[in-house]
């Protein structure tokens, strides 16, 4: 049987592939440490399977990592609301800070604002980030400490 000869073209170009490859992941979690717990579990030899014990203390140490991520989080989120909490009581004092030459300014407070994940205190028609604040003074207990200051005074005399 003869062969006929093969005709066409090749082309030279790659084609381009749609297919992306993810990531590799950055942290352990949960996921990947039960991921290899399954692979360990497929993959151990029938004659000499997984210590139980070692099978329990791996679950009790993504128990662990799974309770510790939680209060991690929980923490995270009481100091967000401790921060918010904090510069919404500005409101109404005199606070200051250092501006961007390192005066020292002071001013009222008049608004908050929780856009970013640092609230920002408005000063003077500025926006100035809770953290910048250096201190601040109760107008209340100012007045009250001097009227105090002149009652002792006059009483003294």
């Known amino acids: 049987m003869a062969l006929t000869g093969i005709t066409g073209t090749v082309s030279t170009s790659v084609p381009a592939t749609t297919a992306t490859t993810a990531a590799p992941k950055q942290t352990m979690d949960s996921d990947m440490f039960m991921d290899?717990?399954?692979?360990?579990?497929?993959n151990q030899?029938?004659?000499s399977p997984m210590d139980t014990n070692a099978m329990i203390t791996q679950t009790t140490q993504l128990a662990q990592m799974q309770q510790i991520t939680a209060n991690t989080t929980t923490g995270n989120e009481n100091f967000s609301?401790?921060?918010?909490?904090s510069a919404a009581n500005l409101v109404g004092k005199?606070?200051?800070?250092d501006d961007a030459s390192g005066?020292?300014?002071t001013g009222t407070a008049t608004a908050v604002s929780f856009a970013n994940s640092v609230p920002t205190v408005t000063v003077g028609g500025k926006s100035i980030a809770l953290d910048s604040i250096s201190g601040v003074i109760d107008q209340t207990s100012a007045t009250s400490a001097a009227a105090i200051a002149?009652?002792?005074a006059a009483s003294a005399v």
């Open 36 to 42: 290899l717990l399954i692979k360990q579990l497929q």
């Open 94 to 97: 005199q606070v200051s800070y």
């Open 81 to 85: 609301l401790q921060m918010r909490i």
């Open 45 to 47: 030899d029938p004659s």
């Open 103 to 105: 005066n020292s300014v």
């Open 150 to 152: 002149a009652a002792a």
